[in-house]
């Protein structure tokens, strides 16, 4: 059983899925239109990566509330403090590469696509691994769950 706030309920643990998933589809969207040398992969990529984008800023401000309705145990400490500042990190990556595609007029040109599309990865792997502290503090710590056992 999740623990709720009387006001609004903790929404985070819905919302995280979405940047994980429109983000990682954003990227093979990208790489597959490189490889398959197909532009309307990458014309898709970029509405995805900017779908992805918006769900990043949803998780964030949902994190931001989901910590002041939760119980942080101290050894869950260091893994939410891991946590949050890897989704700063990963909003501020994405943040960065929706300003630079949208100065390029949402085509990104040749001789930078390396450089955005390593970039793109970098970020999205300081996303996964964020997700996956968050992870650890609900099954590892338990944090936000209280026991279905009386
Ligand atoms: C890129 C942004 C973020 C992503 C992708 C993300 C992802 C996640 C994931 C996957 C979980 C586990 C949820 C579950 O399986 O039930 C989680 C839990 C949690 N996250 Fe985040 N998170 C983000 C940002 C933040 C921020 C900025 C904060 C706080 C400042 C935060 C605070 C929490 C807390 C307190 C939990 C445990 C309680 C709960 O489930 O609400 N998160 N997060």
């Avoid at 819905?14 to 597959?32: D, G, I, R």
């Avoid at 992969?41 to 949902?62: N, R, Y």
């Avoid at 390029?104 to 691994?129: H, Q």
Wanted: proline content about 5%; hydrophobic content about 55%; overall charge positive.
């Amino acid at each position: 059983m999740r623990l709720t706030c009387e006001v609004m309920p903790n929404i985070h643990p819905f919302l995280v899925h979405f940047p994980v998933a429109l983000l990682t589809t954003a990227l093979s969207f990208e790489v597959l239109g490189v490889l398959l040398s197909r532009g309307e992969f990458s014309k898709a990529g970029w509405w995805i990566q900017m779908a992805g984008t918006i769900g990043i800023v949803a998780a964030v401000l949902s994190g931001l509330s989901a910590k002041s309705q939760v119980f942080i145990p101290l050894p869950a400490a260091g893994t939410f403090d891991a946590h949050q500042q890897l989704a700063f990190v990963t909003a501020g990556g994405f943040a960065a590469l929706l300003l630079w595609r949208l100065g390029m007029r949402a085509k990104i040109d040749p001789g930078r696509r390396f450089l955005y599309l390593t970039l793109f990865a970098a970020s999205l792997a300081c996303l996964w691994v964020g997700a996956w502290y968050g992870g650890e503090l609900v099954y590892r710590f338990g944090v936000g769950v209280v026991s279905p056992v009386p």
